[in-house]
């Protein structure tokens, strides 16, 4: 867990990076997030070749066009109506339409107002890919299931 902990500086990259890729993003289509509750579960994916070099070595993931990323983000609605960022435990799989899959293993990114659960994965080109994530953040209820489809392209 100590090698994913990062100093205040080397954090900003990623955090920008994350921003700059969402508003892109957005512009294509709406924002991914889903509303439970007071909870907003915000997702993304893309592939690593997005990553600046420098960020991509701060947090230890391989750039290449074959190997993309999910971020997710779980916000609170607080008394005042504004949204806080809180910890969310997340697990699921990958896979393609045939059923054949694999297991996600997602690590934390905390800064100072925001959490991040992310892990990276392989894909095959204009496939589409299926996504099956259970996102845990209040201890006393079930696990949200969280699914989409998306598919990829090599830059």
């Given at each position: 867990?100590?090698?994913?902990?990062?100093?205040?500086?080397?954090?900003?990259?990623?955090?920008?990076?994350?921003?700059?890729?969402l508003v892109m993003?957005?512009?294509?289509?709406?924002?991914?997030?889903?509303?439970?509750?007071?909870?907003?579960?915000?997702?993304?994916?893309?592939?690593?070749?997005?990553?600046?070099?420098?960020?991509?070595?701060?947090?230890?993931?391989?750039?290449?066009?074959?190997?993309?990323?999910?971020?997710?983000?779980?916000?609170?609605?607080?008394?005042?109506?504004?949204?806080?960022a809180v910890e969310?435990?997340?697990?699921?799989?990958?896979?393609?339409?045939?059923?054949?899959?694999?297991?996600?293993?997602?690590?934390?990114?905390?800064?100072?107002?925001?959490?991040?659960?992310?892990?990276?994965?392989?894909?095959?080109?204009?496939?589409?890919?299926?996504?099956?994530?259970?996102?845990?953040?209040?201890?006393?209820?079930?696990?949200?299931?969280?699914?989409?489809?998306?598919?990829?392209?090599?830059?």
């Amino acid at each position: 867990m100590s090698r994913f902990l990062m100093t205040p500086f080397s954090l900003t990259p990623f955090f920008a990076t994350l921003c700059l890729l969402l508003v892109m993003m957005s512009s294509a289509k709406a924002e991914q997030f889903e509303q439970v509750g007071d909870y907003q579960i915000h997702y993304n994916t893309f592939t690593t070749s997005f990553l600046q070099p420098q960020v991509a070595k701060a947090y230890n993931i391989v750039r290449s066009r074959y190997q993309a990323m999910i971020n997710i983000s779980v916000l609170k609605k607080q008394t005042d109506g504004r949204y806080k960022a809180v910890e969310a435990l997340v697990t699921g799989d990958v896979g393609n339409l045939a059923g054949q899959s694999v297991s996600l293993a997602f690590r934390s990114i905390r800064e100072p107002n925001a959490i991040y659960q992310i892990t990276t994965f392989r894909f095959t080109e204009d496939e589409p890919t299926r996504f099956r994530l259970k996102v845990r953040f209040d201890p006393n209820q079930p696990a949200y299931d969280l699914s989409f489809i998306r598919r990829f392209y090599g830059d």
